[in-house]
């Protein structure tokens, strides 16, 4: 219960209106102290007060239950109002008025929104004061009635802050996971890989051959998907993907080859590669060749099987330009807005292979140069995807959202 009180005090002590309202009390009534009150079966503890009469109570502050009207009140849940104690007839010998020497007083009953009995708004002064009959009563018990408003909505907020606490915390601790199950599966999936290797090597069975270049084509697979979720831990976890920057003189080969690649896994597909002269870059090669196949891995596997996908690669107004143009149905808008997010997939819910992370880590990794990821989709001209990066000069400015 007592952890139940602090945290009500809390709570009152987070709704803004609180002093307000215990501000006018005072100022209508002429009454020098206000207070909200949690009163429960055994306990009376201020939650907020105003006081300018010297009475020392503050936020916190309890009362014997027993001494003080509210306990009455909580079995009557009817307000009490009280010009002149010494004159009136129910009040003139009751012992709460002479402990507390005072004369007016006024105290209403705060439920919860379920009904409840929270507490009391109540006020006080040794002088007595004018409150039967007058405004003042329907104006607390207004009062009382926003307060109780404000009370739910509050405690609604800190549930929803706490369960969002408690994902962040569990988001973290499943990205740490990832993280952590990633980089333990790089060394026994480069034993399987070497070994299958040096099977396919020295062993002339046609059988066994298929058989061992089947294990490779899937460890060189499962390796690949391990540094997907490595470069997504990064990303996430860190600061993102980390790049070492240099001079790239061969990037054309670089990219090339990656294209190349990709032909020979895909030799159905039409893959048509134009690369101007990229003298000048500086850049991560290997991080810009894996940029270069998710975005060829992506159009291959959404873009129309019977459309050439189309790799350009040059650099215009100091501007390094890398993109990928596939045909095919366009990418709905709902899609583009979170086409970067990690698991992204379609909202058909087509079986797709990998994670879902190929463009997200492309974008990390157009990020880290400084540059940015861009795509333009249309039923007409197809879907391009474009990396820029600025040579010599400031980033690029964030692109304006791309439409469909």
């Given at each position: 219960?007592?952890?139940?009180?602090?945290?009500?005090?809390?709570?009152?002590?987070?709704?803004?209106?609180?002093?307000?309202?215990?501000?006018?009390?005072?100022?209508?009534?002429?009454?020098?102290?206000?207070?909200?009150?949690?009163?429960?079966?055994?306990?009376?503890?201020?939650?907020?007060?105003?006081?300018?009469?010297?009475?020392?109570?503050?936020?916190?502050?309890?009362?014997?239950?027993?001494?003080?009207?509210?306990?009455?009140?909580?079995?009557?849940?009817?307000?009490?109002?009280?010009?002149?104690?010494?004159?009136?007839?129910?009040?003139?010998?009751?012992?709460?008025?002479?402990?507390?020497?005072?004369?007016?007083?006024?105290?209403?009953?705060?439920?919860?929104?379920?009904?409840?009995?929270?507490?009391?708004?109540?006020?006080?002064?040794?002088?007595?004061?004018?409150?039967?009959?007058?405004?003042?009563?329907?104006?607390?018990?207004?009062?009382?009635?926003?307060?109780?408003?404000?009370?739910?909505?509050?405690?609604?907020?800190?549930?929803?802050?706490?369960?969002?606490?408690?994902?962040?915390?569990?988001?973290?601790?499943?990205?740490?996971?990832?993280?952590?199950?990633?980089?333990?599966?790089?060394?026994?999936?480069?034993?399987?890989?070497?070994?299958?290797?040096?099977?396919?090597?020295?062993?002339?069975?046609?059988?066994?051959?298929?058989?061992?270049?089947?294990?490779?084509?899937?460890?060189?697979?499962?390796?690949?998907?391990?540094?997907?979720?490595?470069?997504?831990?990064?990303?996430?976890?860190?600061?993102?993907?980390?790049?070492?920057?240099?001079?790239?003189?061969?990037?054309?080969?670089?990219?090339?080859?990656?294209?190349?690649?990709?032909?020979?896994?895909?030799?159905?597909?039409?893959?048509?590669?134009?690369?101007?002269?990229?003298?000048?870059?500086?850049?991560?090669?290997?991080?810009?060749?894996?940029?270069?196949?998710?975005?060829?891995?992506?159009?291959?596997?959404?873009?129309?099987?019977?459309?050439?996908?189309?790799?350009?690669?040059?650099i215009r107004d100091e501007v390094?330009?890398?993109?990928?143009?596939?045909?095919?149905?366009?990418?709905?808008?709902?899609?583009?807005?979170?086409?970067?997010?990690?698991?992204?997939?379609?909202?058909?819910?087509?079986?797709?292979?990998?994670?879902?992370?190929?463009?997200?880590?492309?974008?990390?990794?157009?990020?880290?140069?400084?540059?940015?990821?861009?795509?333009?989709?249309?039923?007409?001209?197809?879907?391009?995807?474009?990396?820029?990066?600025?040579?010599?000069q400031a980033p690029l400015p964030?692109?304006?959202?791309?439409?469909?």
């Amino acid at each position: 219960m007592i952890n139940a009180v602090t945290s009500d005090i809390a709570t009152i002590g987070r709704i803004n209106a609180v002093p307000a309202i215990l501000q006018v009390i005072c100022e209508t009534t002429g009454l020098r102290f206000a207070a909200v009150a949690r009163v429960t079966e055994n306990s009376w503890t201020a939650c907020a007060v105003l006081d300018t009469l010297g009475f020392g109570l503050e936020a916190g502050g309890e009362l014997d239950l027993s001494t003080t009207l509210c306990n009455e009140i909580r079995s009557s849940h009817q307000t009490i109002v009280i010009d002149k104690a010494s004159d009136d007839a129910l009040y003139c010998q009751h012992h709460t008025p002479r402990i507390y020497h005072f004369e007016s007083y006024i105290s209403v009953p705060v439920f919860r929104a379920d009904g409840s009995f929270f507490g009391t708004i109540c006020a006080l002064d040794p002088k007595p004061a004018n409150l039967k009959g007058s405004a003042i009563q329907p104006m607390m018990e207004s009062f009382a009635r926003l307060l109780s408003i404000q009370i739910e909505s509050e405690e609604n907020a800190q549930r929803t802050e706490a369960a969002l606490q408690k994902e962040r915390a569990m988001a973290e601790l499943r990205e740490q996971f990832i993280a952590v199950l990633g980089h333990d599966l790089r060394n026994p999936l480069f034993a399987i890989t070497a070994g299958a290797e040096l099977l396919t090597k020295r062993n002339s069975d046609p059988r066994s051959q298929t058989i061992a270049q089947h294990i490779l084509t899937c460890g060189r697979r499962a390796t690949q998907l391990v540094q997907d979720v490595l470069d997504f831990a990064r990303g996430r976890l860190g600061n993102g993907i980390v790049v070492n920057i240099q001079p790239c003189p061969d990037l054309d080969s670089a990219l090339r080859h990656v294209a190349s690649e990709l032909q020979r896994v895909h030799p159905q597909r039409m893959i048509r590669v134009r690369i101007g002269d990229l003298a000048g870059i500086q850049c991560e090669r290997e991080r810009v060749a894996q940029l270069l196949s998710n975005l060829i891995a992506n159009a291959i596997s959404h873009g129309a099987e019977d459309g050439p996908v189309d790799i350009s690669a040059d650099i215009r107004d100091e501007v390094f330009m890398l993109g990928v143009h596939n045909l095919g149905q366009p990418i709905a808008p709902q899609i583009m807005a979170q086409l970067f997010q990690p698991f992204s997939r379609p909202l058909d819910g087509a079986p797709q292979p990998g994670l879902g992370l190929g463009l997200y880590i492309a974008n990390q990794i157009a990020l880290a140069h400084g540059g940015r990821m861009e795509v333009v989709s249309s039923s007409e001209a197809g879907t391009l995807f474009s990396f820029r990066l600025p040579l010599g000069q400031a980033p690029l400015p964030a692109p304006a959202p791309a439409t469909s």
